[in-house]
C-alpha cells in the first residue's frame, strides 16, 4: 500500500486494553482523552476488567461506559472486541495499528505477556505488540511487589514493553484526585506521541481552584 493510501485509510487505531488490576479511573480518563481527540480506539475489557470498571468506577457493562463517555463521540471513535475472541483483528500482526495500553494492568497479566501465553485477546494483542516491534504500555498498579512480579516487569521491559507505573507524582501540588488521574493519563499519552493539553506540565502556572 503507497504512502497516500495509508493517509487515506486514516490514523492508526490504538488497542485499550482495562484488566483487573485497581485504577478504573485511569481507564476510563484515558478512554475520555483519546475519544475527546477523536483517536480511533479498539477496547478490550477482560472479565475482571468489567469487575473492577463497576466496583471503582460504577460501570458495570458496556452501555454505562458509552453512556458516560458519550454515546455519538464513543461509537465514532471506539471499536469493542470480546476479550474472549483470539481470532479478532487486535490478535493479528498483519493489521496495522499504533501501539497498545494496557490500564490497568493486572500483575497476572503482566505475567502472561512477559511469559507469551496468549491465552484471551488481551494477551495476544499485547503478544502481536512485542513480536511486530510496536509500542505497548503497561500501567500496573499493585503495592508490595515481590520478586516474581518484579522479574516479570524485567521481562516485559526488556521483550520491548515501556512499563508506567501508576504513581502520580505531586510536584505539581494536586489538590483532586481527578488531578492525579490527569497526571497518569498526560503520561500515557505522551508515550503514545499523541499531542494532549491533558494535566499540567512542569513549569506551567498552577490552575485555579474554587
Known sequence: MSARALDRAGPLPVVVAITGASGAPYAVRLLDALVALQV??????????????????????????????????????????????????????????????????????????????SRSLVERAADVMLKERRRLILVPRETPLSLIHLENLTQVTRAGATVIPAAPGFYHAPTTIAELVDFMVARILDHLDIAHTVGRRWGDAPAEHA
Do not use: Y
Not at 44 to 57: A, D, F
Not at 60 to 80: E, K, M, Q, S
Open 40 to 117: 480511533p480506539t479498539w477496547l478490550i475489557v477482560s472479565s475482571h476488567g468489567w469487575r473492577l470498571l463497576q466496583t471503582e468506577s460504577a460501570l458495570p457493562n458496556l452501555a454505562a461506559l458509552r453512556t458516560h463517555v458519550g454515546a455519538d463521540a464513543f461509537d465514532a471513535c471506539v471499536t469493542v472486541f470480546d476479550d474472549n475472541d483470539r481470532g479478532a483483528k487486535p490478535a493479528s500482526g498483519s493489521v496495522r495499528t499504533a501501539g497498545m495500553v494496557v490500564c490497568p494492568c493486572s500483575m497476572g497479566t503482566v505475567s502472561a505477556i512477559a511469559h507469551g501465553t
